[in-house]
């Protein structure tokens, strides 16, 4: 057996062999309970397991209900009643209903069965707290008092909704509202309630929804007193300008006006302009909407199980397909817009249930556009997906790789330089002989050997070494245009920096300007006198290496510097604070807060804990 609302709950196996019960809490203490029903259930004649009141019936199902727009049915869920809701305006009900369904529950409680056991788990939860949050036995009490407040006026015909103001609890309690948000903000973060309908005010229809021929007669008797009272209005201004003209003074003229006329009543006249909705909106009256809290306890250790299991049960089973369009949800194509993809990018990737991609061109979207479902096919994916995604290539049918092709422009160097197709000088191929000295063809004992000082001349220098290693890859292209090696070298050996022990990498941040300039310019027009005013700028003994160590200590520095001073300003704080706080701990005339009490209406003002002056 279950209950029709989506409010049920599993509830305990009372008979041996039987279904299981999943009914709402309504329902449910409608039914009398479990003892109830277990005495049901034990009796010799069978009778129905839940078995409602006949008012309760008579007030599910009235048609009154039923008849109401989906909206205004959530919104009377939710706590507003039909009586108030009735008269707001259609959009400003819209509004509301979309904020009511944005609200979230807090996670593992659920609603109340009754506002007596709500109230005995918050009297627990304010024992159980001993930290703190409730450092006075006063703070203790005053927390219950409001949370009864709560309960006593939480409704017990249907979900345990409460709706009160806060100037009225803080009347009934004998506190300040100051409490009592604190209160409402201490059940909220324990998840003992819930916002259901934030508190608003929201403009005011003319003519109610529904309207019975009661309040159209006092809305007609409202509208012609009102047309009276300005028809009255209009006749004493005509007669004070008579007087006025007769020669009377200003307030003579009123006086005689008043005399004649006689006293007119003061009587609200509805509007019954044709101006935009929104200036009539902001124009009209107010409809206040105090806010409506759900009662919520916490979820126990078999009810958490028990909706880890239903969650489990009724999360939908999805394919690899499935899994993968879920996945690259942004880079779906719907099927309308299929054609349009192939146009583009020449056709689309099909996700099949196994989650491969299978490639689709205008043949294999020629079925489709004749009306049949493409077979296999979950769904479509734009061929960026992959592009963004590399891991996707593996999952594509039939794959093969593409030939490696480069355009001729991307394997130009930047230097094309033209080739000397002149005739060779004569002579020229019998230089290459000389090479051959010591070549392979000679016998060993006619080879040469070199000297140590030949190979030492061989070897290039550090100065050249550190060019080629400068222009095959640490200077940017922007720097080395148009810089050769042998120059290079020489403004390298020229400024001695290699002698101070300066590193390839130094060399290139201080041609850079890593210090100094954040980027370099978009173009240089000559690389050269860059890089000579570059190399003059620098200090031998601070290469960059050294000057970004200094600077980084130097920022450690100020940091450490600056967490010192926060340290200390946190440190006297916390010194005021324990100090203010020992001070209010030992005074009698204010509360826990350093407030004064003082009557209704009064601005509450902060003590100053001096007994001689009674805190003021």
Request: charged residues 30%.
């Amino acid at each position: 057996m279950c209950c029709t609302l989506p409010l049920g709950r599993r509830r305990p196996q009372l008979v041996d062999g039987g279904d299981e019960l999943f009914v709402c809490d309504l329902c449910w203490r409608l039914a009398g309970g479990r003892e109830a029903i277990e005495a049901r259930a034990a009796g010799e004649q069978p009778v129905p397991l839940l078995e409602l009141d006949p008012a309760a019936e008579a007030v599910l199902a009235a048609a009154e209900y039923d008849q109401l727009h989906p909206l205004d049915r959530l919104l009377t869920q939710a706590g507003v009643r039909w009586a108030v809701l009735r008269f707001i305006v259609p959009t400003a009900r819209v509004d509301l209903a979309s904020k009511v369904l944005t609200r979230v529950a807090p996670e593992w409680t659920r609603p109340a069965e009754s506002p007596y056991v709500w109230l005995d788990v918050v009297a627990d939860r304010i024992r159980a707290c001993t930290g703190t949050e409730f450092k006075r036995n006063a703070k203790r009490r005053r927390f219950w008092r409001i949370a009864r407040v709560y309960a006593v006026c939480a409704d017990r015909s249907g979900r345990p909704l409460t709706w009160v103001t806060q100037d009225d609890i803080a009347a009934a309690v004998g506190c300040s509202t100051r409490t009592v948000r604190r209160c409402l903000s201490w059940l909220q973060q324990e998840g003992l309630l819930w916002e259901l309908v934030p508190g608003c005010r929201l403009p005011m229809m003319e003519r109610p929804e529904g309207e019975t021929p009661e309040e159209r007669d006092e809305r007609r008797q409202r509208l012609a007193a009102a047309i009276a009272a300005e028809e009255a209005a209009r006749e004493r201004a005509r007669v004070e300008l008579e007087h006025v003209r007769k020669g009377a003074s200003g307030r003579a003229a009123r006086a005689l006006a008043q005399r004649d006329a006689g006293e007119i009543p003061r009587i609200d006249i509805p509007s019954t302009s044709t101006q935009p909705d929104q200036e009539q909106d902001a124009e009209r009256p107010l409809v206040n909407l105090c806010p409506v809290y759900e009662l919520r306890v916490p979820l126990t250790a078999a009810e958490r199980r028990e909706a880890d299991e239903l969650a489990q049960a009724h999360r939908p089973v999805l394919t690899a397909g499935e899994q993968l369009l879920e996945r690259f949800r942004r880079h779906q194509v719907h099927p309308r817009n299929a054609e349009v993809q192939v146009e583009v990018a020449g056709g689309v990737f099909g996700v099949t249930e196994a989650g491969l991609l299978r490639w689709l061109g205008w043949q294999d979207l020629l079925p489709w556009r004749s009306g049949a479902s493409l077979q296999g096919i979950v769904g479509m994916l734009r061929t960026d997906a992959v592009d963004e995604s590399p891991q996707l290539t593996a999952l594509i049918e039939d794959f093969v790789h593409p030939p490696q092709v480069s355009l001729v422009d991307q394997e130009k160097s930047n230097y094309v330089r033209g080739v000397d197709n002149r005739r060779a000088p004569r002579g020229s191929d019998k230089k290459g002989l000389s090479s051959i000295e010591n070549g392979p063809e000679l016998p060993a004992e006619a080879k040469t050997q070199g000297s140590a000082t030949d190979a030492r001349r061989k070897r290039p220098s550090r100065a050249q070494r550190a060019a080629e290693r400068l222009l095959r890859g640490l200077l940017r292209p922007e720097v080395s245009d148009g810089v050769s090696i042998r120059w290079l070298t020489a403004r390298l050996r020229g400024s001695k920096l290699l002698d101070y022990g300066w590193t390839e990498q130094d060399l290139a941040d201080q041609i850079h300007g890593l210090l100094e300039y954040r980027h370099l310019p978009r173009h240089i027009h000559n690389s050269r006198a860059w890089i000579s005013a570059r190399l003059a700028k620098a200090t031998p003994e601070l290469p960059p290496s050294k000057q970004q160590a200094i600077r980084a200590v130097e920022v450690a520095a100020a940091d450490e510097r600056r967490a010192a001073r926060e340290t200390a300003a946190l440190r006297e704080r916390r010194e005021e604070i324990a100090a203010r706080r020992a001070a209010i701990d030992a005074c009698d005339l204010c509360d826990e807060l350093g407030w004064l009490p003082v009557p209704d209406g009064v601005p509450v003002p902060k003590c100053n804990h001096d007994p001689d002056t009674g805190g003021w």
